[in-house]
């Protein structure tokens, strides 16, 4: 909440949270004063979201809809749209993104978050919190469907989006609290990249990173070599992990901008 609280104006703002699950982000966008619409695909969580907001007596509208069928009927209707934990499930996150974006308002701001395909995301994702913490049942995740922040990237641009931002966060299950996550100096350069403002289309970000890369005097990499570890790779795809097996890592959120035309 934290995250989205300080870069975007949610009292009065309208806020779609997708794949709302029980409602625990529905409600805190709610609570900040934003105007929040809140959809899954679950029956059994949407019931349990609708008893505790009786419960709890802050409004939301919850729904069990699809994004996608949201979009055809509501298009350009949300300042802000939150998407949490939820892509590394679907079949197709590169659709929900597109549906993301034709539900945001010219300037508006879509929050994703997913975990990074990395051997420690691996580790402390599926090995950590499935079997040994079992925080989590087994079979939750599937390392394959993992997303490194590179392809999120360019889902966004495919989408027409800008993006704004990429930020590891590190999950303490022992403190409840989720924080941000440092990486290295040699790669710091990665983490807050901000796409010129005014571009008529996203295709115009391409060769940002390596901009900002030749700007720090860092070794250019390329999306698409296949080697592992940080050579060949977007730094960004390559944020380390914390070292606590119980600490689940949720490497990138990426914040994205509607872009105008």
């Given at each position: ?38 959809i899954d695909l ?44 939820m892509l590394e ?38 090995v950590g919190a ?132």
């Amino acid at each position: 909440l934290g995250y989205v609280r300080e870069r975007a104006q949610l009292r009065g703002a309208r806020v779609l949270d997708v794949g709302c699950g029980a409602g625990l982000l529905s409600e805190a966008l709610a609570r900040e004063g934003a105007e929040v619409t809140a959809i899954d695909l679950a029956p059994d969580l949407i019931k349990v979201a609708k008893l505790h907001r009786l419960e709890s007596g802050v409004e939301v509208d919850y729904r069990l809809t699809p994004v996608e069928t949201l979009a055809e009927e509501a298009p350009g209707s949300f300042d802000a749209i939150t998407c949490m934990e939820m892509l590394e499930h679907v079949p197709d996150p590169g659709a929900i993104i597109a549906a993301c974006a034709t539900l945001l308002k010219p300037g508006g701001r879509l929050f994703l978050s997913t975990l990074n395909r990395t051997p420690a995301a691996f580790a402390l994702a599926i090995v950590g919190a499935e079997y040994v913490a079992r925080m989590l049942p087994k079979g939750t995740h599937q390392y394959r469907d993992f997303i490194k922040p590179s392809e999120l990237a360019a889902w966004l641009r495919a989408a027409r989006l800008e993006l704004e931002d990429v930020s590891g966060l590190i999950y303490d299950p022992r403190r409840h609290a989720a924080r941000g996550f440092t990486v290295p100096a040699t790669l710091r350069f990665a983490r807050h990249l901000h796409a010129p403002v005014g571009l008529p289309r996203l295709a115009a970000v391409d060769g940002l990173e390596d901009a900002v890369a030749r700007r720090h005097n860092q070794p250019v990499l390329d999306d698409h070599d296949p080697a592992d570890g940080i050579v060949g790779q977007r730094t960004s795809d390559c944020l380390p992990s914390g070292s606590a097996i119980s600490a689940v890592e949720h490497p990138a959120i990426e914040r994205a901008r509607i872009n105008p035309l």
